[in-house]
């Protein structure tokens, strides 16, 4: 026999899923609750194989109860039965724990079937949702290509702009080593610069120097000059008398 427990807060809804189940001679209706926390609480005590559990409700919705069950009851299963189909709550729900997903426009046998293969220890979608599963796949797989499309441009970019700084750093360090060179090469002039300015007094004063022993020396040349000139005449004029 196969416990179960309805989750849902139409309490309409939970009667006509009970009348459903009744009729199948395996399956047996052990509560229902028109909450999350209820159910948490009649889950404890009542220790059903199943639960038909819906999402929005007051209180403690579904996916919420549906993490604590999976957290505190692994061996309890839950079966989502919602009229929501919009991926995020199918997502959310699977990844909750949920082992089945049907919608509240399924049939009976189908809900009676799902019932069935999730307590054997399968998993059961609703078929319409399956098909829109297939379709954001397929949305999916355009938007990977996108994502990646874009990745790599991305990466070109990083790259890029990598190359660029490395190219400024190089020209950067060529630039530094110009300046130092031609600061190294002012310094240089500076101190040639320096040092002729430095001999200049020197070198006026040697000069000095020099004209000075030099008119010395012509005044001492002309002298003799002179000197000689006279004993030569003198000397003439005695060969002549």
């Known amino acids: 026999m196969i416990r179960i427990l309805i989750v849902d807060d139409q309490k309409f809804f939970r009667r006509v899923i009970q009348e459903w189940l009744d009729k199948e001679s395996d399956l047996e ?3 229902t609750a028109s909450n999350g926390k209820m159910a948490i609480e009649m889950v404890e005590s009542l220790q059903p194989h199943i639960v038909l559990m819906d999402i929005e409700m007051p209180e403690m919705d579904g996916l919420s109860a549906i993490e604590v069950i999976e957290r505190d009851f692994p061996y309890v299963k839950v079966i989502v039965l919602t009229a929501n189909d919009d991926y995020s709550s199918l ?5 909750s724990g949920a082992k ?4 509240k426009g399924a049939e009976s046998n189908e809900i009676i079937n799902t019932i069935r293969s999730v307590h054997r220890g399968y998993s059961q979608l609703e078929p319409r949702l399956i098909k829109k599963i297939i379709e954001l796949v397929e949305k999916d ?3 990977r290509e996108y994502v990646g499309e874009a990745r790599i441009i991305l990466e070109d970019t990083i790259q890029a702009k990598k190359t660029i700084k490395k190219d400024l750093e190089q020209l950067q360090t060529k630039v530094e080593q110009r300046l130092t060179n031609l600061q190294k090469a002012i310094s240089e002039l500076e101190q040639q610069a320096k ?3 430095e001999d200049i007094p020197h070198t006026r004063e040697t000069f000095e120097q020099f004209t000075v022993e030099f008119l010395t020396l012509r005044k001492y040349v002309i002298a003799a000059v002179s000197t000689s000139i006279v004993a030569i005449i003198i000397g003439v004029v005695a060969l002549f008398i």
């Open 29 to 31: 209706i052990v509560g």
């Open 91 to 95: 997502a959310y729900a699977l990844q």
């Open 100 to 103: 089945g997903y049907l919608l």
């Open 141 to 143: 797989k355009e938007l």
């Open 195 to 197: 040092m002729t300015l």
